[in-house]
């Protein structure tokens, strides 16, 4: 059964401080995007990732930075979390190639204080 | 600026109801419309999808009706059960390079009642 997970369902953290999520895959999936979710806005795509160092800009990329080391694992980066990003991030990875089905882990809620 | 527009953002229907989530495009280069599924807790998940070569496609109860001059698409649930209360969000696609990059609609919150 193919797996994206994400490192904390629930996250709580001050305004300022450096947050990182987690993403790793189980399923050997090139792509691996970040997304954050907000009422009446949908999804909106942070940064993507086609392979390995490699990152390319979403459509919300400011404030985020993500970081791929290894192919399955995708991490996304508050530098300096503020009121404004609490939200529920979602990754998700799909194969290389066009169209291909993404596929969606449960998602963090993270609430900035 | 919403490229994708979704409408309604609720909807109620009875059980055995044909519900109908509408969405809108405005950028001509997209070549791929899915729809994701997303219920409570869990992270949305590919429901059906179509390329705008065809006008319609039938998966089981969901329907998707394609309207290329119109730039607008919309998916249909027959004989919709309580099962199918979901949140449904629509996506248009543009390849590039290797990965596709999906804009997603706002969303439609499903209810189905007994």
């Known amino acids: 059964d193919v797996k994206v997970t994400q490192s904390s369902r629930y996250l709580v953290k001050r305004t300022g401080e450096k947050v990182f999520l987690e993403c790793v895959q189980d399923?050997?999936?090139?792509?691996m995007f970040w997304y954050r979710q907000d009422p009446g806005l949908g999804l909106r795509l942070i940064y993507f990732?086609?392979?390995?160092?490699?990152?390319e800009k979403g459509d919300i990329p400011e404030g985020y930075s993500v970081s791929r080391e290894k192919k399955e694992r995708f991490s996304l980066i508050l530098e300096s979390a503020s009121t404004n990003q609490t939200s529920m991030y979602l990754c998700?990875?799909?194969?290389?190639?066009?169209?291909?089905?993404?596929?969606f882990g449960p998602g963090t809620r993270l609430t900035v204080l | 600026q919403q490229q994708v527009k979704q409408s309604p953002q609720s909807l109620i229907v009875q059980k055995g109801g044909i519900p109908i989530i509408n969405c809108a495009y405005e950028n001509t280069a997209f070549d791929y419309f899915p729809w994701y599924q997303q219920f409570p807790g869990k992270g949305p998940a590919l429901l059906i999808a179509?390329?705008?070569?065809?006008s319609e496609k039938k998966e089981g109860r969901f329907t998707i009706s394609f309207n290329k001059s119109a730039k607008q698409f919309s998916l249909h649930i027959m004989d919709s059960q309580p099962g199918d209360s979901a949140t449904y969000f629509c996506a248009a696609s543009i390849g590039t390079g290797t990965a596709s990059k999906l804009t997603f609609g706002t969303g439609t919150r499903l209810q189905v009642t007994l």
């Open positions: 399923m050997d999936h090139e792509n």
């Open positions: 998700a990875s799909s194969r290389a190639g066009l169209h291909n089905e993404q596929f």
């Open positions: 990732s086609y392979d390995v160092k490699m990152k």
């Open positions: 179509i390329r705008p070569d065809v």
